[in-house]
């Protein structure tokens, strides 16, 4: 399996807490666990204590490693071997008078020492384990207090998630990004069991037993749902460290069996498909591509599926209880991504392989409209300045720019975008359209590159402002900051997140100038470390070139 980032998520300042609690593995926990992964709950407890105790020895010393010395030892190791067989009473008996043994003929001769430094003679040495069992250290330190102060996230901090699988262990990193400090870091990371596609941040609380998970009292929290290639759609809390199992899961692991293949035919080997398998409205039985959550109603999350269905979950429904309140089959492939309409809280847009692009109220799925496209859709986006303008990423390189309002409801009729962008050599794997201003946009694609264009209030006037090889490899994801108008986060095929501050470019300076000053922001010029943040790994010296385009 490729090492590679296959998803980033931006968490805004202030909403993550200040010091994240840690997790408890108590009988209550192994009964949520049990229940939600529907197994026995012998098993959850074996496999969870497994785990717990794994983490909390990973990167500790040995307490086994201590031995205290014992004085006694020494004369044991300094007493003569070939004296052990020697009889007791040929030992002439000691002359007290004779003086010679103390060789006070040469008493006023230098000594010339040999050997001589801190560690010649440590047989005497006391250890101790700790700094607490050793008595001369007066000032004790208090770890937790040291571990505290780690671990904290300011208000002035974003959080980001990255969906990342390396060395064929998949995992989800959680990074704080000061971005007045140019500060990245890994601050904690969540084990995930199969390869992530996706994923969506939300801040509500969904329906779980959990105690570990506390949920402010005004309703709101911080969550992170994660699609891979399991049917099941997982969601963990980002204010808990380092928790075994996610507060909620969507889907029935114990009816889809998805890591038991069906086969396809007699078995022979010329057979090398999978057999897909039979649809069902509750739960996905294939792998989740995309999620979307309603910021409107906060409760409704969103699922495409390899199953070529696009579910609709209810968060305030026990995941043990029931499944999804919602199943459409609009499309004849996979669906690979889907959105909600930020203006109507009701209305879907799905991309599917069947090379279609659909947007339809979710009370009546009926009466969508669609678009026939020439390519696969990579992503999709609405166009939060426009009610009705979405944007679409193809597989063959191509951004269309579409009016749902002018969409046939038939692929048997043509439908013209309004205009086409010939964005990248290659797949145009990542999109995203900037929140904080109308009229820049942020692409992805297999070429390396991540381009920022600048979209004219007319939509007829559409330029490059800048590209750059952001040393991620082939990007998978391109999403802007939440918080500040001209800040990318970005990885790709190489495994890396980097965060770009595009207003560090003299052409985004340029274009967007205006637009930054109505908004209260302060221009920067570029910076002695460069305009991109990323975080070093162990056989880099660095991260990428720090010249512009």
């Not at 010395?69 to 044991?76: A, K, P, T, V, Y």
């Not at 007290?96 to 000594?111: E, G």
Request: with cysteine; glycine share 6%.
């Amino acid at each position: 399996m490729s090492n590679l980032i296959s998803s980033v998520a931006w968490v805004r300042r202030g909403v993550s807490v200040r010091h994240p609690a840690k997790y408890e593995l108590d009988d209550k926990e192994l009964e949520r666990v049990s229940a939600l992964a529907r197994i026995e709950l012998e098993d959850a407890r074996v496999e969870l204590e497994r785990a717990h105790a794994a983490a909390q020895s990973m990167g500790k010393d040995d307490d086994d490693e201590w031995i205290d010395e014992d004085d006694g030892e020494e004369d044991l190791e300094l007493a003569d071997p070939d004296t052990m067989d020697v009889d007791a009473d040929s030992i002439p008996p000691e002359n007290k008078d004779d003086l010679s043994k103390y060789n006070l003929d040469d008493y006023d001769d230098d000594v010339q020492e040999t050997n001589v430094g801190p560690f010649t003679n440590i047989k005497g040495l006391q250890y101790y384990q700790n700094n607490d069992a050793d008595p001369y250290i007066t000032i004790k330190e208090d770890p937790e207090d040291d571990e505290r102060e780690e671990l904290e996230i300011l208000p002035t901090d974003n959080v980001l998630v990255v969906a990342k699988t390396e060395d064929e262990i998949s995992q989800l990193e959680i990074y704080v990004y000061d971005e007045s400090e140019e500060s990245l870091y890994v601050h904690h990371d969540l084990m995930l069991p199969n390869f992530p596609l996706c994923l969506e941040w939300l801040d509500f609380p969904p329906t779980s037993s959990s105690k570990n998970r506390a949920t402010p009292a005004s309703g709101f929290g911080n969550y992170i749902a994660v699609g891979t290639l399991d049917p099941e759609i997982e969601i963990w809390s980002l204010d808990i460290l380092e928790p075994m199992y996610p507060d909620s899961i969507l889907g029935r692991p114990d009816e889809t069996k998805a890591h038991v293949p069906i086969p396809l035919g007699t078995g022979k080997k010329k057979k090398k498909k999978s057999k897909h398998r039979d649809v069902q409205t509750g739960y996905h039985v294939d792998a989740v591509l995309g999620l979307s959550w309603n910021r409107t109603q906060r409760n409704l999350l969103a699922s495409a599926s390899a199953d070529r269905t696009v579910k609709l979950w209810d968060l305030n429904v026990d995941p043990t209880a029931g499944g999804a309140i919602r199943s459409f089959d609009v499309h004849k492939d996979k669906v690979q991504a889907v959105q909600w309409s930020p203006k109507e809280a009701s209305v879907l847009l799905t991309g599917s392989y069947d090379r279609t692009v659909r947007t339809f109220d979710s009370r009546s799925p009926g009466t969508g409209v669609v678009a026939l496209l020439g390519s696969d859709v990579e992503a999709l986006r609405w166009d939060p300045w426009d009610d009705y303008g979405f944007y679409v990423a193809l597989e063959n390189g191509l951004i269309l720019n579409y009016d749902a309002r002018v969409l046939p409801t038939s692929t048997a009729q043509t439908a013209q975008p309004r205009f086409t962008l010939s964005a990248h050599d290659g797949a145009a794997s990542a999109i995203d359209v900037n929140p904080h201003f109308r009229g820049c946009l942020v692409t992805g694609g297999e070429d390396k590159q991540v381009k920022i264009w600048n979209v004219a209030d007319n939509a007829k006037n559409v330029t490059l402002v800048t590209s750059r090889d952001l040393g991620v490899g082939k990007v998978f994801s391109a999403t802007f900051s939440p918080d500040d108008p001209l800040t990318v986060a970005a990885g790709g095929s190489k495994a890396k997140m980097q965060v770009w501050d595009v207003a560090a470019n003299g052409s985004a300076r340029n274009a967007f100038g205006s637009k930054l000053q109505a908004l209260g922001a302060r221009l920067k010029e570029a910076r002695n470390g460069g305009d991109v943040i990323g975080v070093v790994s162990d056989d880099e010296g660095s991260e990428v070139d720090e010249g512009e385009s």
